[in-house]
């Protein structure tokens, strides 16, 4: 009987009155050694992985739905019959126009993405190793390769709504350019709203990274990081950063390439 | 006083050096299938066997970055797992669907050829 109660018998180990509430059972274990704000942010990212997958779903559904075009890839032309091509409609790079480029403007926004990424973990290294300059640094290349990246898109997205020059004759006879919800030149009605959708929610999260980075730059600066003794803020914001590149590489495979 | 502890301290505090051997590593294989699909892009025929290569290499970038960006690799197998089954949940939902398209289309095709 009295061997059988330890738990309602007041503790006498000497390891417990020096930690109390460090047992399994008083939350004092920590299964997977991650602190609670890296922990919530795995799982906030794992929640955002499920809303672009289904954005991604989609557009594999509809497009598989939708006829695909038969013949000569030299003889596509534009119409709503049939899916376009994508390296047909993402042809243009800024400054060079009326030549056919496919698909390298977007190399060059998965190369910056790629790249941000890149001094992000650097910066998260920085930080490890409490070195203030280095972090304020990274951070800073973190940013400046984020906003170039909204600038592109930003002109990838103005390029696709102005149209290219030939437009496309629709079946009411006029000839339409661009792009818009509810017409566009490149195809079905649904190409340009899920292309609106799509790379229009991924670019709100490179825009929310950008302002988060800017905050812990200038938290740096102030040296907030330091007197707390680590970066882990930073830490969660890379997690953050590496997530968006991590969906543009799924977007960069199924919308641009297949 | 004041001033000269301040200087003492930072003297004292010395920085470790920076190891980024493994960050550049990675950043060169992410750069290399990168450049291996574009050249599959300007190569190959658009088909079912190009679209499987373009979505095995998707799954090797997406590794790289998780395991070592996001350092999923050094975490807990417990993290990982909770992670990895609820994503990998998502291909089955991936394949319904672009069957489900698939069927849709071809229904709507022999609708309007009949």
Sequence with gaps: MSTSSSTLAPTTNSVELEHPRSGTWDGGNEPFKASYGKLMMWFFLLSDAFTFAAFLTTYGMIRHRNPVYVGDTKDFEFSTAYWPIPEKVFNAFPGFHGIDLPLAFVALMTMILIFSSVTMVLAVEAGHRMDKNDVQKWLLWTILFGATFLGSQAWEWSHFIGGHEEGTLMSDGTVFHGANLAVNQYGPVLFADLFFFITGFHGTHVFSGVCLLLWAFIATTNGTFEKRGHYEMVEKIGLYWHFVDLVWVFVFTFFYLV | ?114
């Design chain 2, 1 to 114: 006083m004041a001033h000269h502890v301040e200087v003492q301290h930072n003297e004292i505090r010395d920085i470790p050096k920076p190891n980024t051997g493994w960050i550049w590593k990675t950043f060169w294989v992410l750069v290399g299938i990168t450049a291996v699909e574009f050249v599959i892009a300007f190569t190959m025929e658009s088909s079912t066997f190009r679209n499987s290569i373009y979505i095995v290499l998707t799954i090797f970038k997406a590794f790289f970055i998780v395991a070592e960006f996001m350092h999923l690799k050094h975490e807990t197998k417990g993290l990982i797992w909770t992670i990895m089954i609820p994503t990998a949940l998502l291909i089955w939902l991936l394949v319904a669907l672009i069957t489900e398209g698939s069927y849709a289309g071809e229904l709507l095709q022999h609708t309007f050829n009949s």
